[in-house]
């Protein structure tokens, strides 16, 4: 067997989990959970665990795909058409624009299906294939937990054709390269803005209970802002504790990953930017213009406050803080697509 790309990527501890692999591997040999894992043809437990009876046939599709073999773009505004902060009339983690969009795509039939995120009341999380408008409300609000979006694309191709993919910047970085490289059926991209992520286990067992000594069933809402991690709780209390307390328990590829932006969606979408309650809104292809002018009963603001500086500036942080982390890597890689471009 050649041995994949991915492997390297594996082996650094710089896979971000995305689930592309997992969803273009034509043998099944990949599962993705809290990292990707290919399949060993003497070691069953992965086949336990989902892959195929099939090993690699090392046809490298799954190094295609991957974001961190593709490398990071040094100049996250380049490709930008548009910024304004927008709002919609949903509920969702800031303006619901994320959820809007999906909405007002389903009901002009631009799409019949997406994927995202839902949750239960003790935050476990379920990656879904929405189909229709009122599904939406399923996956409203951030979980700054990670899991493999992109690998559900596995189920979609095989039964929908115009597939909306909603997601951080790694998984709508691997989202892009799908597209460009083994499906079309993805007809837009919409990324979240993403600083980093946590494995499930720290944010249950050890950010909320000890870190900020609340019961996570009781917890409704957590946000980053103000240089500060919060929780809201039922009961109506608003609980905070600097990032520096978490910032080193989020996940090793977030130390490593050089997008802050989701540089290679259609739209990118955040709060870093906006007034509270409003999304900053990056417009970056035509197929984004032209979907996001689709998008029924938003209020826009073309001159918000704070602004596009300091969307800028939490950019540049995150590049400074993880490029050399990143190159470190890529330095032990075999391939040389990777690094900063
Ligand atoms: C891990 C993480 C870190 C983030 N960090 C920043 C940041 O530093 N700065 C910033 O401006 N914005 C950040 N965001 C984006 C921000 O929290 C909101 O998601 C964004 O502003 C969209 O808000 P909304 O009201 O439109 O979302 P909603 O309308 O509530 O929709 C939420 C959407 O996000 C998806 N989603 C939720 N959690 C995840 C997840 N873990 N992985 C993939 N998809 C998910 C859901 O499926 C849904 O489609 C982050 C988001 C995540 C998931
Ligand atoms: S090289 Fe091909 S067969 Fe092997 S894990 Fe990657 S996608 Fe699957
Ligand atoms: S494609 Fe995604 S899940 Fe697979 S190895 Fe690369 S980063 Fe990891
Ligand atoms: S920082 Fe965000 S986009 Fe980058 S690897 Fe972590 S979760 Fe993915």
Request: proline share 4%.
């Amino acid at each position: 067997m050649v041995h994949p790309k991915i492997l390297e990527v594996i082996e650094n501890d710089v896979c971000t989990a995305c689930g592309a692999c997992e969803a273009v591997c034509p043998a099944g040999a990949v599962t993705v959970d809290v990292t990707a894992a290919v399949r060993d043809p003497d070691d069953l437990s992965l086949y336990e665990k989902g892959a195929a009876p099939n090993v690699c046939e090392g046809c490298f599709t799954c190094g295609r795909v991957c974001p961190v073999v593709d490398g990071y773009v040094t100049d996250e505004f380049a490709n930008v058409k548009r910024f304004f902060a927008a709002k919609s009339t949903l509920p969702g983690q800031d303006g619901g624009l994320a959820s809007a969009i999906v909405k007002s795509l389903f009901e002009k039939g631009e799409i019949d299906c997406a994927v995202g995120i839902a949750m239960n009341e003790k935050w476990e999380t379920e990656v879904i294939i929405l189909t229709k408008a009122s599904d939406v409300d399923r996956t409203k609000g951030t979980k700054y937990t990670s899991d493999p979006v992109d690998a559900i694309l596995k189920d979609a191709f095989k039964k929908y054709n115009k597939i909306a993919v909603v997601g951080v910047p790694c998984q709508t970085h691997a989202a892009s390269l799908i597209r460009e490289n083994v499906n079309d059926k993805i007809a837009v991209i919409i990324g979240l803005l993403c600083m980093e992520s946590f494995h499930h286990d720290k944010m249950q067992e050890e950010i909320i209970p000890n870190v900020l000594g609340l019961n996570i069933e009781d917890v409704v809402k957590m946000d980053f802002g103000g240089g500060k991690f919060w929780a809201y709780t039922k009961d109506g209390g608003e609980h905070n504790v600097p990032i520096s307390k978490i910032a080193a328990l989020a996940r090793n590829p977030c130390h490593n990953c050089c997008d802050y932006t989701s540089v290679h969606a259609d739209i990118s979408v955040g709060s870093v930017g906006a007034p509270d309650g409003w999304n900053s809104v990056l417009i970056r292809t035509d197929v984004g213009e032209k979907y996001f002018d689709m998008v029924d009963g938003l209020e826009i603001n073309n001159d918000p406050k704070p602004g596009i500086f300091l969307v800028n500036k939490l950019t540049d942080m995150k590049h400074t803080n993880n490029s050399g982390h990143y190159l470190e890597v890529c330095e032990k890689f075999s391939f040389d697509e990777c690094g900063m471009h």
